[in-house]
């Protein structure tokens, strides 16, 4: 009688619950963090601001949550990723409602801007990395489903968001998000299980390099720099794309559920995004979806309509949606499970610039100017650049854990 591989056998159950935990737990932190969209016009009328100034709302949590995700890894590779996801769902109901009682914009800068990236922090990263040592096969699957729950977040609640703000002000809208995060977001990080010693695959989730000697090497450096070129590309349509849609005449409704599509352009990636990262490798697919993205830009810069925004958001989102399912199943690949906690939250400190400066300086620039066009043959540029550095890793030797 053979014996079967163990890399081809299925995974645990007990692997898959903590899958679909992390799902819910991306769904909820991704959800609050692109509902910004459905209050950006409700901040700057209450409290008169200019769209650059909102913008530094985003652009701060942004930055929270990016620049701290190395500490919540490491966290998580101390502690478990139940005990830190946990205080981050926490934290960031209470962020919430502090915000829903903001009296000024610098409150909410405190409040939505560092309070809520704070839990976005604690939860981002120990919950995707939690996924990763828990298969060998079956990676790629795993990462992509459990990772498709930011698109599922960004497609449900700024919909569910904009309907609240029709039936209540917005500081009650905040308020009620504040309980969900705080019920939903407690029971699914409580899911959350760190892999035994041995994963599904029977290798020691110890295999691989430490944070120190990944940083060395030269895949970490232009893995980096395709994060950091590529984030001004990935944030700033999640800022601007329904205010820009709102000028150009699409009822507000409408503007605001681009944010919704682009969550269903998202979903569709992360799920299909296996099957060619399956054929043609992880990094070339990641290098193919950065230049994507950035030509998904094109269709923004002749949108006249709904319907030609609505192009864009569904492919802006699919190329987002597979870049963000691929970064984690490639930092496992290339650095194995050893330290893959605090790798991936150092990795996506280099979106943390790119998510600060992006949305504000388009901001700044359409204050300026009145117009969104410099912004988008600017960030088309960057784009050449995030494609570039995603094209050199190819040219290292790959090792897979």
């Known amino acids: 009688m053979t014996t079967r591989s163990k890399s081809s056998m299925p995974a645990s159950r007990k692997a898959w619950v903590v899958v679909w935990a992390t799902f819910v737990c991306l769904a909820i932190i991704f959800g609050v963090s692109y509902s910004f969209a459905a209050f950006f016009e409700n901040f700057a009328n209450e409290f008169d601001a200019q769209r650059a100034d909102v913008s530094w709302i985003f652009g701060l949590c942004g930055l929270v949550y990016f620049v701290m995700g190395a500490f919540g890894g490491m966290l998580a590779d101390r502690w478990g990723p139940r005990m830190v996801c946990m205080l ?13 009682q903001a009296q000024s914009i610098v409150g909410l800068y405190l409040s939505y801007g560092l309070l809520v990236g704070l839990g976005i922090a604690l939860v981002y990263t120990p919950s995707i990395a939690s996924v990763q040592p828990w298969f060998t096969h079956q990676r790629g699957l795993a990462s992509g489903i459990a990772s498709s729950g930011v698109g599922a977040g960004t497609l449900v609640l700024p919909v569910v968001v904009s309907y609240l703000l029709t039936e209540m002000t917005w500081r009650d809208a905040l308020q009620t998000l504040s309980l969900g995060v705080a019920f939903i977001g407690l029971l699914a990080s409580f899911l959350l299980e760190r892999a035994p010693p041995s994963g599904s695959g029977g290798h020691s989730v110890l295999a691989g390099l430490s944070l120190g000697q990944a940083l060395k090497t030269p895949s970490f450096r232009w893995l980096y720099l395709g994060t950091l070129f590529g984030a001004p590309v990935m944030f700033i349509p999640f800022a601007h794309i329904s205010a820009a849609a709102r000028d150009a005449g699409v009822p507000e409704a409408q503007a605001v559920g681009l944010v919704g599509l682009i969550g269903v352009g998202s979903l569709v990636g992360r799920f299909a995004i296996g099957w060619l990262a399956d054929k043609i490798g992880r990094v070339k697919t990641l290098m193919l979806m950065q230049c994507l993205m950035g030509m998904s830009y094109l269709v923004w810069a002749g949108a006249q309509d709904r319907w030609t925004f609505a192009v864009f958001a569904l492919w802006f989102g699919l190329s987002y949606g597979s ?34 400066l992006g949305p504000v300086l388009a901001g700044k620039v359409f204050d300026i100017t009145g117009q969104y066009h410099w912004v988008i043959w600017i960030t088309l540029g960057i784009a050449s650049f995030a494609t570039f550095s995603c094209w050199r890793i190819l040219k290292y030797p790959q090792q897979s854990y």
């Not at 981050?88 to 829903?100: C, D, E, P, R």
């Open 88 to 100: 981050g769902m926490a934290v960031i109901a209470i962020g919430l409602y502090l915000t829903s």
């Open 323 to 356: 870049i963000v399912s691929l970064l984690p199943a490639i930092c496992m690949d290339l650095f194995g499970g050893r330290a893959v906690a605090a790798i991936i939250g150092t990795l996506y400190t280099g979106a943390a610039l790119g998510n600060l």
